[in-house]
């Protein structure tokens, strides 16, 4: 298109849920009813976390860090998905989308640099258990939270400085989101070092992440062969089978999303975008819980607390 065809909206119009009108209010109930489990079930984890000192730990300060994560993760579109379904209102401004793009991708990232962080945890608990404490240190622990929130900033900065000198053909996004992919799609300007930054930053926030992960567990495999008694192998299997559920859940539903799509329809992305950013997060509370027994520790111990206020 010739520049002087080209113009830079200010709004876009986010076309949501391919739903008939018939079924909004179901669904609006539905997506409502799994984005208040999101936000309570992930918040009741950060709750025993900061009041049990038994999970004062860096395992759980990371799980903390991560559910924090998911909750702001699911904020950033499930609440402008639910508006625009009971409102009928599609527009969201050019600001808004940008911004809404730049924390999507943030905290796409942070999800992925903390499990990074806790497969490395699990690591030295196993492969090195009796230098744990002196290995895994509160500062080395708050800075690899601090490195995973610069290095998210940083890719989600470079996607966003790029994205908004672009022009765009078209307001309309076949979408319930702003997509970094689908905007690029819309845009009406050359967008190849878009695509590049894409490849390289992406690749480096993903590809090196699950690296990190798949090596750290490939280390925990051979040591447990090693250890010579049943309970053992499956005391150190016990420590890693929630976290071990949640990367098969967040990377499972990425490269399903963005490296191995099933079709080119719109409405098989999308439903891989709900699994990504609405189950997905409404999942991670329910692995920790069901499976860890220091978290059920805390809740009844935080339960019998109430009560016993509750006599008083």
């Not at 986010?14 to 936000?39: A, D, H, K, N, S």
């Not at 610069?150 to 022009?167: D, G, K, N």
């Not at 967008?191 to 490849?199: A, H, Q, R, V, W």
Request: net charge positive.
């Amino acid at each position: 298109m010739r520049p002087e065809n080209r113009s830079q909206v200010s709004e876009f119009l986010l076309l949501g849920l391919p739903i008939r009108p018939e079924q909004q209010g179901g669904f609006f109930c539905l997506f409502l009813g799994m984005y208040l489990t999101t936000v309570l079930g992930n918040l009741l984890i950060i709750l025993l976390i900061r009041l049990d000192s038994h999970l004062h730990t860096p395992m759980y300060f990371f799980l903390s860090h991560l559910a924090l994560t998911d909750v702001s993760f699911s904020s950033v579109t499930v609440p402008k998905m639910l508006t625009n379904m009971q409102t009928q209102c599609l527009s969201i401004s050019h600001a808004g989308c940008m911004s809404q793009m730049y924390f999507l991708i943030i905290f796409g990232c942070l999800d992925s640099f903390l499990l990074t962080a806790m497969a490395y945890d699990r690591y030295v608990a196993i492969c090195h258990c009796l230098h744990y404490s002196t290995m895994m240190r509160d500062d080395l622990c708050v800075f690899l939270v601090f490195v995973s929130w610069i290095l998210s900033c940083t890719v989600a900065l470079s996607h966003t400085l790029l994205l908004v000198p672009l022009s765009f053909c078209d307001k309309t996004i076949p979408h319930f989101f702003c997509d970094l992919a689908v905007l690029l799609k819309l845009s009406c300007s050359d967008t190849s070092l878009n695509e590049l930054i894409i490849f390289a930053v992406g690749g480096m926030a993903t590809i090196l992440p699950l690296s990190s992960i798949l090596f750290s567990y490939v280390r925990i495999g051979i040591s447990v062969l090693r250890i010579p008694s049943t309970k053992g192998i499956y005391k150190a299997l016990s420590t890693c089978g929630s976290h071990l559920s949640v990367i098969f859940i967040f990377y499972g539903t990425i490269f399903g999303l963005y490296f191995f799509p099933s079709s080119n329809s719109s409405n098989d992305y999308i439903i891989a975008s709900i699994m990504y950013m609405v189950v997905t997060p409404l999942l991670n509370p329910f692995i920790y819980s069901l499976k860890n027994k220091d978290m059920k520790g805390a809740l009844e111990r935080l339960i019998k607390r109430m009560n016993s206020s509750c006599k008083w």
